[in-house]
Structures are given as structure tokens and as C-alpha cells.
């Protein structure tokens, strides 16, 4: 005999419920949806304080009902189990829904709840897998399940796979359970997809009951604050990424947004669900583990305090299109590239940067501050026009105290326009048909900003 009355709360984001903006721009209502599944097996017949449980859990159940039927945006519907079949022989899938979702169903859930009589056993796990099927698809819903019943699963199932099994198809459940005389071993039957909760008599059950059903109606809601190096939440027009924590599917990406008072917007968020966030700042900030506590409103916090980079170059010859490597300070992991003359974003610190011009430019421990635009001018390049007196091999070189740098090998070209920085540089040339190094040919020449300069190697 089962020993425990307990209820358990499941939150059930809809496969195509979607995170609900709630900003300046007036939305449609969200509809609350409750499915309660009700347990009606034999053992529901004990007795418990003044009654019989199944008569304690039907009155108050009523009353709940009855309460609901007038409020807008609420549609409800009834599951039951055990009441079909006789304990022996058992019936594991004796569960089925009773009332469908729909307006002003209110009176045929308690027509329902008042003529049915416990009977069978008690399949929790198989009710829990048909209940993914009771929700029409809607994409603005909130989709809740209240499961009353005294006791663990008799039908050797499940309910930890259950819920695995329903992440997998996008359906989530994050349980609230609240027992009576709860023991070790009903917990640990539980402890897998939810939160637990002792109702010590029929008192505290009925307060349990109405403050379930109150976070049910009032709804929850989270806000992400994008804090700047000062604590304060100001930082935003940057992508989020919300990740379903324990499948790893995406779960919705928006553009975080300050509303017109400044503050971070409102999201209307699932409490079914452990979230992975990724802010796509550079570089990225990621928290997890993120979970929603219903019936309030919630801040998600994270560090992302940022500052402006931009390479510009003196005005003349510009290389509009020339990027550059960002890494950060130390590092050789490239964590962006960037292109001249368009500023970007970064998160505070030290970074590196190479341009990728000719030769490249190193600029090293570049500092980005808060709310700051670091600009960093470079000189404007020249450009060597180099002509050779037929196809060979050839190299540029830049010359600077003695050292000698690679800028770029030619090979079997006779001609070469190339934008080079300001500078001491050499060309070296053979002709692909000679096979002597002593006919090797060089030439000194210097670029300067802004100005062009013929090489020739005839």
C-alpha cells in the first residue's frame, strides 16, 4: 500500500512555444494551460486525517476548478489513471485523457471527478509519457502539469527516462513535489526531475495547492543583465544564444535590447528547462546551469563589459578591405578578425593585433576600456610597381636594422603591383632558365606613404 499523498508540478514548454518578447510593442496574452493528471488507483481509497484521501484530493480539486473557469487565458484539462481497470489483474496503461483542452470545460473536469471510482494500479511514468501528446501545439503557451496521486510508480517504469525521453522531443518537465510523510526512498524516486516539498496534513496541502496554483496563473518572467565594468546594466545590442541545457539543442536566439526606460527588456521563460546561456560578445561569455524559479521575476547576470577597437589608416592610398587578427594578450588563439576603418566591439583587457598588409604590422598589450574607442592610425602603404625581364623566381624582402623579413615570394610573373608599407626593401630575382646563383639579380628601393615607385629588375 502506498503511503504518501503527494503533488507534483511539471512545467512543459510547448515544441513550438517560443520565448516571448515583452517590450513597448503590445503582445497577444500568453494562455495558461493546466493538465491535471489525477490519480484514481485503489490505494487512493485509504484513509488520511478526517477522510478517505481520493475524497480529500476530489473536493479540493474541485474547488480549484471551479475557482479557474472564469479566468481569461486559462484552459484546462483532466487525465486520470487507475480508474479503468481492477488492481489484479494490472493494467499499466490504464491512463487516459479524460477532458481535452478547451474553453469552458471546467464543469464536465468536475462532472468527471465526481463519477469515477479508484480502481487499478498506479502507472506515473506511462501517464507522464502519453501527457507529451495532450498539449495542442501553440506558440504562446505556458504549459503546466499538476500530478496528484499517494505514491511512487507501481508499473516498473521510468519516470527519470521518461523525462529524458520527452527533452528529446523538445518537451521538458521540471517537476515540483510536495508529499506527505516523505521518506528516503519516495525522493530518490524523484529526486531525477525535480524539487521536493512536505505537506505535513490537509491544511498545509490545501495552501500547497493554492500557492501552486497562484505561480500557475501569475506567470514567471527573467530578465539577462549585461553588466559594464561598473556593476550596472547597461551593457546590450549583442546576440544570446539559450541553449536546452541537458539535450544541448538550441532553445532561441534574440538580440538582447534595453527597453525604452533602459532597462534589460523582459523574456517570458519556462521554468521546465536548466539553461545554458551564450553571450556572443568578443570573445563570448558563456554561464550554465542557469534555472528559472517560477511565480517571480528573475535576473540572469553576466559580466560582459566592453569597449570599441578601431584600425584606421592616414588618408591617401587606404586599404579598404585589409583585416586584422585579434587575440587575446599572450595568446596565439585568434578570437576575431576585423577589418579596417570598421570598428568593433571587445570586452575589456589586453589584447594582440596582426594586419595582414604587407609586411604585417604586430601591435602588442592594445588596452580596451570601458564605454572607450581605442583607434589606432597606421600609416598609409605606397606602391611598388615591380617589372621583371621574364618569368623566374623572385622575393620581396624589408630591410630594418640589419635584419632581412620575408614580405612575399613571386614566382613566374613578370609584372607586380603590391601596396607596401613605408620602408627599406629589396627585390631579388633568377630567371627560371639559368642555373647559376651568381646570376642572381637585386634591387634596393624605398616606398613611402602615399607615393608609387617603379622597380625594375631588367
Not at 518572467?221 to 546576440?239: H, P, R
Request: charged share 20%.
Amino acid at each position: 500500500m502506498k503511503r504518501f499523498f503527494i503533488i507534483l508540478i511539471l512545467i512543459l514548454p510547448a515544441i513550438l512555444c517560443q520565448i516571448n518578447v515583452i517590450g513597448q510593442v503590445k503582445s497577444a496574452p500568453v494562455k495558461t494551460r493546466i493538465l491535471f493528471i489525477f490519480d484514481e488507483s485503489n490505494s487512493m481509497t485509504a484513509n488520511w486525517e478526517s477522510s478517505k484521501k481520493i475524497d480529500i484530493a476530489k473536493n479540493l480539486l474541485i474547488k480549484m476548478v471551479d475557482s479557474l473557469k472564469n479566468i481569461q487565458n486559462v484552459e484546462l484539462a483532466l487525465r486520470m489513471y487507475g480508474h479503468q481497470s481492477p488492481t489484479v489483474p494490472q493494467d499499466c496503461n490504464d491512463t487516459k485523457l479524460e477532458v481535452a483542452f478547451s474553453s469552458n470545460n471546467a464543469e464536465k473536469i468536475i462532472y468527471k471527478l465526481k463519477n469515477t471510482t479508484p480502481k487499478g494500479t498506479t502507472p506515473i511514468a506511462r501517464s507522464l509519457e502519453e501527457c507529451g501528446n495532450d498539449f495542442p501545439p501553440c506558440n504562446n503557451c505556458r504549459n503546466i502539469i499538476i500530478l496528484i496521486t499517494d505514491g511512487i510508480e507501481a508499473c516498473n517504469g521510468d519516470p527519470c527516462k521518461i523525462a529524458l525521453t520527452l527533452q528529446n522531443k523538445g518537451i521538458t518537465i521540471k517537476p515540483f513535489i510536495i508529499g506527505i510523510g516523505l521518506d528516503v526512498k519516495f525522493k530518490d524516486a524523484f529526486e531525477c526531475i525535480g524539487e521536493f516539498y512536505n505537506a505535513t496534513g490537509e491544511g498545509q496541502f490545501k495552501i500547497i495547492m493554492e500557492d501552486v496554483i497562484e505561480k500557475s496563473l501569475n506567470g514567471t518572467t527573467a530578465e539577462i543583465d549585461l553588466l559594464d565594468s561598473y556593476g550596472k546594466a547597461k551593457e546590450t545590442n549583442v546576440a544570446v544564444t539559450l541553449f536546452n541545457q541537458n539535450t544541448g539543442k538550441i532553445y532561441n536566439n534574440f538580440i538582447h535590447t534595453l527597453n525604452y526606460k533602459g532597462n534589460p527588456d523582459t523574456l517570458s521563460l519556462p521554468t521546465s528547462l536548466t539553461y545554458k546561456m551564450i553571450v556572443h560578445t568578443i570573445p563570448p561569455v558563456e554561464k550554465e546551469n542557469i534555472q528559472i524559479q517560477e511565480g517571480i521575476h528573475n535576473k540572469i547576470i553576466a559580466k560582459t563589459p566592453q569597449g570599441r577597437l578601431n584600425i584606421i589608416q592616414e588618408r591617401g592610398l587606404e586599404l579598404q578591405g585589409t583585416k586584422y587578427i585579434i587575440r587575446k594578450h599572450g595568446s596565439m588563439s585568434t578570437i576575431n578578425v576585423q577589418e579596417i576603418f570598421e570598428p568593433e566591439n571587445y570586452l575589456t583587457g589586453n589584447y594582440d593585433i596582426e594586419i595582414l598588409c604587407y609586411p604585417r604590422i604586430y601591435i602588442n598589450d592594445v588596452v580596451i576600456s570601458q564605454s572607450e574607442t581605442n583607434t589606432i592610425q597606421i600609416k598609409q602603404p605606397g606602391l611598388a610597381n615591380l617589372y621583371f625581364p621574364s618569368k623566374g623566381f623572385a622575393g620581396i624582402y624589408k630591410i630594418s636594422e640589419n635584419k632581412v623579413e620575408l614580405v612575399m615570394n613571386l614566382n613566374n610573373v613578370v609584372r607586380k603591383n603590391i601596396y607596401l608599407q613605408p620602408g627599406h626593401y629589396i627585390s631579388v630575382f633568377r630567371p627560371e632558365g639559368i642555373k647559376l646563383t651568381s646570376l642572381s639579380q637585386e634591387q634596393h628601393f624605398i616606398v613611402k606613404s602615399g607615393q608609387s615607385i617603379n622597380v625594375s629588375m631588367n
